[in-house]
């Protein structure tokens, strides 16, 4: 049976992620087992790995790191066995070199880039960004979803990756920014699928199944 590795290192949204990944894997006809997990070993052995996150960069970074050999786990199975991985919100933003909310604090570097605070060019915008946005999406991940889903956004900081060819989403409030990051396996989205609807099912269920 195909194994999900939920990563469970205190994040605020780990049991509404785990609901949507559940009712997202019971609609495949090979349905796989989600493990909410922090132990290395069972994260290594995962054919694939869901990374959520809600708060501060460097608090997430910090609690990660506090697991002893999550780190390094989530990097062997996802760098160099190539699992798919998918982070969320700021499962998403750990994915760069570094962010820099309250100071820069090292990311885990596997897409080039860092974490900035949102600043749209319309003074208007409201920041944190809450709410309901349509993305244009250019990756698989988003397959079956047409070309202007909406996804449901909290956020006050946003993924810029060095190499605009890892972007596989953008999204727009009072002016673009990236909503979603690819890089081979590793993918990542800023908004919640959890909090989605039927467009975050489907692309839960699209990562369930998804083929680097």
């Known amino acids: 049976m195909t194994t999900v590795a939920l990563i469970d290192y205190g994040s605020g949204n780990l049991r509404s992620a785990e609901k949507a990944l559940l009712k997202a894997a ?4 090979h349905v796989p087992q989600v493990l909410v997990t922090a132990d290395p070993e069972a994260v290594m052995r995962a054919d694939r790995i869901v990374l959520p996150g809600v708060g501060a960069f460097a ?7 506090d697991r002893d050999g999550l780190i390094e786990a989530l990097t062997e199975a996802a760098q160099r066995k190539a699992a798919p991985f998918l982070g969320v919100c700021v499962g998403m933003q750990m994915l760069a070199q570094q962010g820099l909310e309250f100071g820069a604090t090292p990311g885990l570097g596997w897409i080039p880039g860092e974490v900035r605070r949102l600043r749209p060019a319309d003074p208007t915008a409201k920041i944190p960004h809450m709410g309901w946005n349509t993305l244009i999406p250019s990756h698989a991940l988003f397959a079956g979803l047409g070309p202007a889903p909406h ?3 909290t956020h006050s900081y946003v993924f810029d990756p060095a190499d605009p060819g890892d ?3 953008t999204s727009n409030h009072g002016g673009p920014f990236v909503a979603a990051v690819s890089r081979d396996n590793v993918m990542g989205v800023q908004f919640h699928p959890e909090k989605s609807q039927a467009a975050g099912q489907r692309l839960l269920a699209n990562f369930l199944e998804y083929a680097a």
């Open 167 to 169: 972007i596989a989403a």
């Open 151 to 153: 996804m449901y956004f």
């Open 26 to 29: 019971s609609t495949l006809d």
């Open 59 to 65: 608090a997430c970074m910090s609690a990660l790191a």
